[in-house]
């Protein structure tokens, strides 16, 4: 199975959406070529930043097949998957490759904490429902409530054939270190979902990084990861520590709006979140704003 394309910085696209929450396809386009243009190496379509959560089926359908008709082969889609129900995640994953995406990504589900083997059950079940896909783990503790284990990583990357690697958004690089170490002879791919850490986790062994960043930074995101491989270690670091600033203080803002916040501010115009979410307010869009211009980047009231 090819993984090749598995690698560099690849963003979890935001979902434009107009007042009346529909897709704005025409955002949607716009936002497409920014991201290549900017050098990202694919892009994943209803991650965490992607507001999969608030989208029904039939939307993300759409919003799939209008993101994969845009990128025209230019760089690989990646669909994310982060319901609850196995039976619901399995309808997705067909859905997303029979739409075109390359690969997906599986989140586990969040509000409930299965034991391992009942998460162990729901992954196989999905990546089992697309066999000639590579399928992607994606660990987001902070978001689910909980962790996938080393073990159980270990277990379904030894024993799934079409499992080739994941997203660890732990923010623990040990955790990490632990996930590329442990399944090195499988060639297990491991990318970093944390922005504040694509340098360190270039580091230790990670392929690449998914970044939410890079929804409206792509250029000095994507920096970052090739300075790296090309061998400019110390400009890779300087690029990541020029990020840093600009994503830390999103975390004043509610998740996950300082992202659409930000890419409005640079011009993209991608829209409001879905509600109950709100853009930040005032004084926290003065900081964001503030932030951009600190690093060099022209803001658009």
């Known amino acids: 199975m ?20 529909k897709i704005d396809e025409n955002a949607l386009r716009n936002l497409v070529d920014f991201l290549i243009e900017g050098g990202c ?41 982060g319901s609850i129900r196995t039976s619901k995640c399995i309808r997705i994953a067909r859905m997303g490759v029979r739409c075109g995406a390359r690969s997906i990504s599986i989140l586990q589900p969040m509000f409930i904490k299965p034991t391992d083997d009942e998460l162990k059950t729901h992954i196989r079940s999905i990546a ?13 503790p902070g978001r689910t409530g909980y962790a996938m284990s080393q073990d159980l990583v270990e277990d379904l990357a030894h024993t799934v054939p079409n499992l080739v690697g994941m997203k660890d958004s732990s923010g623990d690089l040990t955790q ?12 297990f791919k491991v990318m970093c979902g944390k922005d504040t850490l694509i ?28 300075k790296y491989v090309s061998g400019d270690i110390k400009g890779s670091l ?8 600009i994503r830390l203080i999103i975390d004043k803002s509610s998740f996950p709006v300082a992202t659409k916040d930000y890419a409005n501010l640079v011009g ?14 005032p004084e926290q869009m003065e900081c964001l704003k503030q932030e951009l211009v600190k690093g060099g980047f022209s803001v658009v009231d």
């Open 176 to 187: 990490t270190i632990e996930f590329i170490r442990r399944n090195a002879d499988v060639n």
């Open 41 to 81: 190496s694919g892009i994943l379509a209803f991650g965490s930043n992607g507001e999969f959560y608030m989208m029904e089926e039939n939307e993300m359908e759409e919003g799939l097949k209008i993101i994969i008709d845009q990128t025209s082969g230019r760089v690989p889609v990646y669909m994310g998957i």
């Open 268 to 281: 993209t115009k991608v829209g409001v979140p879905f509600l109950p979410n709100k853009p930040s307010p």
């Open 2 to 21: 090819d993984t090749a394309f598995i690698k560099g910085i690849i963003p979890p696209i935001v979902t434009p959406i107009t007042k009346d929450e």
């Open 199 to 226: 340098y360190s986790g270039l580091g230790v062994g990670a392929v690449g990084a998914v970044c939410s960043t890079a929804n409206y930074a792509p250029k000095l995101v994507t920096s970052i990861y090739e």
């Open 128 to 140: 089992e429902s697309v066999p000639d896909v590579p399928v992607l783990l994606y660990n987001n």
């Open 238 to 245: 300087e690029a990541q520590f020029a990020l840093n600033p």
